[in-house]
């Protein structure tokens, strides 16, 4: 499995991102925190993590489902990820979000330095070149509070639409590695 570079780039306006933190003073020493609930550190940013994509079990067909997982590692100081990643998927000119994987409870978690988290894109594979699949080129992604997004190359084939705009494509929140 070969990891992909991910290059970090200027905020995109559609990506305008709220941050969930704030102090934690009980020295618990809980890695994930619950939705509300207060955490340790400022939000991450974008620039402060390295990010590795894979493991990717990619769909062989369209019409099969495929996981994309991206690795986040601080290499900073202690800092919370909040909820989901806004991930936009783009061909050429279109560009359609990724839905919120339904399953997932939002959650905001304290990353330690070197500590490591992940999200993963889940999508139906469209048929190339088909109306109702969009070419996908590139995946951005954002975090929550901050002024800068990253991406990386697609290279897992088309991802079918639900309907116009709306990709089979979903994301999960983020997890700490291990979890």
Known sequence: MRAVPITVTALAAALLLTACSGGDDSGSGDEGKAAGSPATGSACAAGDLGQEVGPVDAAPAAGDTG???????????????????????????????????????????????????????????????????????TVKYGLADVSSTADFPWAYGAVALKSKGVPDATVSVFHLAGD
Do not use: H
């Not at 690795?71 to 806004?86: D, H, I, S």
């Open 67 to 137: 996981n994309v997982t991206v690795t986040l590692t601080n290499k900073g100081k202690e800092c919370t990820l909040a909820g989901f990643p806004q991930v936009i998927l783009q061909a050429g000119d279109d560009s359609v979000p990724a839905v919120q994987d339904e399953a997932g409870e939002p959650q905001t978690l304290t990353l330690p330095a070197q500590g490591t988290a992940t999200f993963t894109i889940t999508y139906v594979r469209g048929k190339e070149g088909d109306e109702k699949s969009l070419a996908v080129k």
